[in-house]
């Protein structure tokens, strides 16, 4: 019925027309309605086969996704999507806590943005960050999102007299991640909105160039937390919060794999914020 042709879907099985016609008429006796109108060579759904499609492919998907989520349970591989900056600069360094504590448990990561649809894409949790809500996903919240303009000291001497003028004087960097992070900052501090400067695609490289002593970046404090530590970069002005939050993820069944590194994410950011 989701092709509304018999060929196709004889095709797609890999078995022949006239198996695909027979089962067709054996659940229209059942049925006791027509699934497709027309002659033999031009069938079309019937009104009714348009009426059940819907209901049946949502019950076929879910039947496909709790038989991958057993299989993947048997294979103890957890499959992840993640923002890729956030996967460099903090999970990745972090990640041999977790298979330490949960030897068993493969992680698969993906890098990705993009809205998650586990129906569709398959994944055990997605990390994500943004103002919410996040529908059709339980969610567990790691960290507020807080920005601020970040730099190295062999640029400017780190101290508690930085002045925004001597900020502004030094080159900016930008990323087409959020191109308005500079603008947004400058009218919540009350300084005048700089826009100018380099703008790189990717947040992971506007930081690697702020760490290399090549301007003055705007980042979200998850981002550089390790940065700062070491002394690598500075915050002079410290940082506020965006209104946008990091979240992890899950279907609403998720697998044990999904609860165990949730809960260890959720752990780990709070040890986190309580170094800080």
């Known amino acids: 019925m989701?092709?509304?042709?018999?060929?196709?879907?004889?095709?797609?099985?890999?078995?022949?027309?006239?198996?695909?016609?027979?089962?067709?008429?054996?659940?229209?006796?059942i049925l006791g309605v027509s699934l497709f109108d027309?002659?033999?060579?031009?069938?079309?759904?019937?009104?009714?086969?348009?009426d059940l499609q819907p209901a049946l492919q949502d019950a076929f998907d879910q039947i496909e996704t709790s038989v991958l989520r057993v299989q993947r349970r048997d294979k103890r591989t957890l499959d992840l999507s993640c923002?890729?900056?956030?996967?460099?600069?903090?999970?990745?360094?972090?990640?041999?806590d977790f298979h330490e504590a949960h030897p068993g448990i493969d992680v698969r990561m993906t890098a990705d943005d993009a809205p998650v649809d586990f129906a569709r894409d398959r994944f055990d949790v997605a990390i994500?960050?943004?103002?919410?809500?996040?529908?059709?996903?339980?969610?567990?919240?790691?960290?507020?999102?807080?920005?601020?303009?970040?730099?190295?000291?062999t640029l400017l001497e780190p101290s508690g007299s930085v002045m925004w003028e001597n900020l502004s004087a030094l080159p900016l960097l930008h990323t087409r991640t959020r191109?308005?992070?500079?603008?947004?900052?400058?009218?919540?501090?009350?300084?005048?909105?700089?826009?100018?400067?380099?703008?790189?695609?990717?947040?992971?490289?506007?930081?690697?160039?702020?760490?290399?002593?090549?301007?003055?970046?705007?980042?979200?404090?998850?981002?550089?937390?390790?940065d700062l530590a070491a002394g690598r970069l500075f915050a002079p002005f410290g940082f506020r919060p965006s209104g946008q939050r990091y979240v992890a993820l899950t279907p609403d069944r998720p697998s044990a794999e999904a609860v165990a590194f949730t809960e260890w994410l959720e752990l780990k950011a709070t040890s986190d914020a309580d170094h800080l």
């Open 2 to 29: 989701r092709h509304g042709q018999m060929k196709l879907a004889a095709e797609e099985l890999g078995v022949t027309y006239g198996a695909v016609s027979r089962q067709v008429r054996g659940l229209e006796e």
């Open 38 to 50: 027309g002659p033999r060579n031009k069938l079309s759904p019937s009104q009714a086969a348009r």
């Open 83 to 96: 923002l890729s900056t956030f996967a460099m600069r903090w999970l990745i360094p972090r990640l041999f």
């Open 128 to 153: 994500r960050v943004g103002p919410g809500p996040w529908s059709g996903a339980n969610v567990t919240e790691l960290f507020a999102d807080a920005v601020g303009p970040v730099l190295s000291p």
């Open 179 to 226: 191109p308005a992070a500079w603008a947004e900052w400058c009218s919540a501090t009350g300084n005048p909105i700089l826009s100018s400067g380099q703008e790189f695609e990717h947040f992971y490289f506007m930081l690697e160039a702020a760490t290399a002593g090549l301007g003055v970046a705007i980042a979200p404090e998850v981002l550089v937390r390790d």
